[in-house]
């Protein structure tokens, strides 16, 4: 399938041209190894892929001892793999490199050589055991991967038109039409059910199943699970803990993280080695609290305030429902046509985070819970920073509104106390593109646009 992450890559071969390795960091199944081989088909003579999660003990060997001698270690590996290396159009895949430290350090070397391009895809790069005992290689451009957004979700589902068109209306500030806009909106539902998982969204693609859909996103769920018991070590438990906890804290009114309602007693240093764990596993969206809206959000952020969504909204709805509850109620059905009462707030605002993440925003929120100024007391879903700085008004505050009724009291506390530092206020709601004073209003799927 179609994924906007192929023009990082060919950038990247035009850009660096073999003077550094490329590596893609991201959660297990959002597609790195398909799209990595899909660009080697296509853009090289030939190539190599060595899969470190299956690979013959022959090729293991070579990091040991053929490093030394370049010229013996590219002869042996295409005697082992039966494929011919050609000077500057050929590349070598690691891929899953994590399970091969050795192999990830040897990079500086290979890539000092200059014969061949080189591409690791990995997860949990840079948990400890994964860079035990080697030096990271400073030739290595990294890249994030991220489960499909809604825009490629449209591609593979024939929707492409509809998407353009979404994009034109949100350049033009101006609204999609009744007709368009409820089209638009359960294209979005469909994708939020789904998710982003690229298998997931074939399985979908090809018949509009969901339960095909949903049976793929819980072995994927089993998938992750697995993997917090089988790399978190001492950390499993909490890991297991917080990661199994996400569906109910979004659920709540106040979604900010609580170790005390994961254990009882806790703080959140309790849980830092776990809250790494799961941010370096790519399958959590962190979205940190900022003690002000200003453009350094990065160092305002305030480590004990700390929101998490799920990377992917389709595997946020299978967390959030029983697999015979989605099959007797037929659920899926219900919420695509927006007939279900329940807290849809949870789904609205992980898909914004979601979309929000993979176009490269940084998460962030605001929060004051102040009992002595009412004036002080608010909360923004979002702030991200607008393209160009200038030397005011540089925050863009984003409001998520999943109802029909709502209130907008944070958001006007907010352009007024922070008025130096705020550029546009969105609302991302239900309804059509309109504008109402200095406040613009957006169909929620207009997110990742933002």
């Not at 959660?27 to 899909?38: L, M, P």
């Not at 080697?40 to 999660?53: Q, W």
């Not at 003690?291 to 305030?302: I, K, Q």
Request: glycine fraction near 6%; include cysteine.
């Amino acid at each position: 399938m179609k994924r906007k992450i192929y023009s990082k890559l060919l950038k990247w071969k035009e850009q660096w041209n073999g003077r550094s390795a490329l590596l893609i960091d991201g959660a297990r199944r959002v597609g790195k190894s398909w799209i990595v081989e899909e660009f080697a088909r296509n853009e090289y003579k030939s190539y190599i892929l060595i899969d470190f999660n299956n690979v013959p003990r022959g090729i293991l060997e070579l990091f040991d001892d053929s490093l030394v001698d370049m010229d013996s270690f590219f002869g042996k590996l295409s005697i082992f793999t039966g494929v011919k290396l050609y000077n500057r159009q050929s590349v070598i895949i690691f891929d899953e490199v994590q399970l091969c430290p050795k192999a990830r350090a040897s990079i500086k070397y290979l890539v000092k050589d200059g014969r061949y391009d080189y591409i690791e895809t990995g997860s949990l790069v840079s948990i400890n055991h994964n860079v035990k005992n080697i030096i990271i290689p400073s030739e290595e451009v990294r890249v994030n991967m991220y489960p499909m957004d809604l825009e490629e979700f449209a591609w593979a589902t024939g929707n492409e038109m509809l998407y353009d068109y979404i994009k034109t209306r949100h350049a033009q500030q101006a609204p999609m039409g009744m007709s368009l806009h409820r089209k638009a909106m359960e294209m979005m539902r469909a994708y939020i059910l789904v998710g982003g998982m690229p298998q997931a969204v074939q399985a979908y693609s090809w018949n509009k199943d969901f339960m095909e859909a949903e049976a793929i996103k819980r072995s994927i769920i089993d998938l992750y699970r697995n993997d917090i018991a089988k790399y978190a070590g001492r950390q499993a438990a909490k890991v297991a803990q917080v990661f199994n906890n996400i569906p109910s804290a979004l659920q709540r009114h106040e979604k900010k993280f609580r170790p005390s309602g994961v254990r009882k007693g806790a703080r959140m240093r309790d849980f830092a080695d776990a809250m790494f764990w799961l941010d370096e596993s790519r399958v959590v969206n962190f979205c940190y609290g900022a003690t002000e809206p200003s453009v350094a959000l990065a160092l305002n952020r305030d480590e004990g305030k700390v929101k998490l969504y799920m990377s992917d909204t389709g595997l946020l709805v299978s967390m959030a429902f029983d697999e015979s509850e989605l099959q007797k109620a037929d659920i899926y059905e219900k919420i695509l046509r927006g007939k279900l009462e329940f807290n849809k707030g949870m789904l609205t605002e992980n898909f914004v985070a979601q979309q929000l993440r993979t176009a490269g925003h940084p998460l962030y929120f605001y929060s004051n819970s102040s009992r002595e100024n009412a004036a002080d007391r608010m909360e923004i879903d979002f702030m991200i920073c607008k393209t160009g700085v200038t030397s005011r008004h540089n925050i863009n505050a984003i409001e998520v509104k999943s109802g029909s009724g709502y209130a907008l009291t944070s958001l006007i506390k907010c352009q007024k106390k922070f008025s130096q530092y705020m550029g546009r206020s969105y609302v991302l709601h239900t309804g059509d593109v309109k504008k109402e004073g200095d406040i613009m209003f957006l169909p929620i799927y207009m997110a990742g646009l933002l």
